[in-house]
């Protein structure tokens, strides 16, 4: 059984910043490509960041480019979430997912975690 769990999720003001992780058990892990979403209150989940199986290609939300830094370590089976500079339209909770394809859309994901709450105050 696949497993997903973020974590690293909390109360930051704006400016600062937060590492999400997302650890991964039951899938062959560096087999995947992984991405983050967020879902804000209201509001349809929207893709953030992806990284390819092998780590060696990263996509990114246009509103995050640049403040927001994805990674993986396929042998501890985990991909983090740097997100620096933040803001309080970042408030949302976020989810990792594993997908046979990396891509910015949701439903190229098999697995999902169960999401962890990041709110930015200003």
């Known amino acids: 059984q696949v497993h997903l769990v973020e974590s690293g999720g909390g109360l930051v003001q704006a400016g600062g910043s937060l590492r999400l992780s997302c650890a991964a058990s039951g899938l062959t892990f560096s087999s995947y490509a992984m991405g983050w979403f967020r879902q804000a209150p209201g509001k349809e989940r929207e893709f953030v960041s992806a990284i390819s199986s092998s780590g060696g290609t990263t996509y990114y939300a246009d509103d995050v480019k640049g403040r927001f830094t994805i990674s993986r370590d396929n042998a501890k089976k985990m991909v983090d979430l740097q997100m620096n500079s933040l803001k309080p339209e970042d408030t949302a909770v976020y989810y990792c997912?594993?997908?046979?394809?990396?891509?910015?859309?949701?439903?190229?994901?098999?697995?999902w975690g169960q999401g962890t709450q990041v709110t930015v105050s200003s």
């Open positions: 997912a594993a997908g046979n394809l990396v891509s910015y859309k949701s439903p190229a994901y098999n697995y």
